[in-house]
T-cell receptor, first 111, second 115 residues
């Protein structure tokens, strides 16, 4: 079963705009990860944030984590057409390494 | 990041036949690999955890006799879909976790179509 939900399910923006995707989860976690998937391809790891961290940056990506609300957000700044893809959050429990994925957000960046 | 390959990238088979999908970790040894399936426009669902040298751990609702997993070496895990049916048509993806790391590295996926 899925750990949680992502919203929005689909997001369409213009190049240069920022894109924000949200993820909620239900159980305790060790860390939360964001992945990207281009259509019909495998997943690419983007960023990992641990349960004791609140914010993390990587290039144009900014991730926040609020463990009290069991939620995370992924912000992509200055979006590009090449950012068009599906984005998934995934949680790792306190013990073990299995990932539980959210439903995903389909991002379309129009040139 | 780690490099993971899958073979074949796509396969079409007839109902009732069996199909084997390989997942290879090309640049490090993996004691654990994961198998997922993904239906169109949906998220990934974990099917099983493949453990080198021991039996796989299957998720609830996944038939172990239908989805045979063999993790015979530290770089290769195979998933065999036995007696395939059209409802088994899906995108199958494997992943590995390098020792000491938390992120998973995914293969490119295998598109299975059962006619």
């Amino acid at each position: 079963s899925q750990q949680g939900e992502e919203d929005p399910q689909a997001l369409s923006i213009q190049e240069g705009e920022n894109a924000t995707m949200n993820c909620s989860y239900k159980t305790s976690i060790n860390n939360l990860q964001w992945y990207r998937q281009n259509s019909g391809r495998g997943l690419v790891h983007l960023i990992l944030i641990r349960s004791n961290e609140r914010e993390k940056h990587s290039g144009r990506l900014r991730v926040t984590l609020d463990t009290s609300k069991k939620s995370s957000s992924l912000l992509i700044t200055a979006s590009r057409a090449a950012d068009t893809a599906s984005y998934f959050c995934a949680t790792v429990p306190p013990s073990g390494s299995r990932l539980t994925f959210g439903e995903g957000t389909q991002l379309t960046v129009n040139p | 990041g780690a490099v993971v390959s899958q073979h074949p990238s796509w396969v079409i088979c007839k109902s009732g036949t069996s199909v084997k999908i390989e997942c290879r970790s090309l640049d490090f040894q993996a004691t654990t690999m994961f198998w997922y399936r993904q239906f169109p426009k949906q998220s990934l669902m974990l099917m099983a955890t493949s453990n080198e040298g021991s039996k796989a751990t299957y998720e609830q609702g996944v038939e172990k006799d239908k989805f045979l997993i063999n993790h015979a070496s530290l770089t290769l895990s195979t998933l065999t879909v036995t007696s395939a049916h059209p409802e088994d048509s899906s995108f199958y993806i494997c992943s590995v976790v390098p020792s000491g790391r938390d992120e998973q590295y995914f293969g490119p996926g295998t598109r299975l179509t059962v006619t």
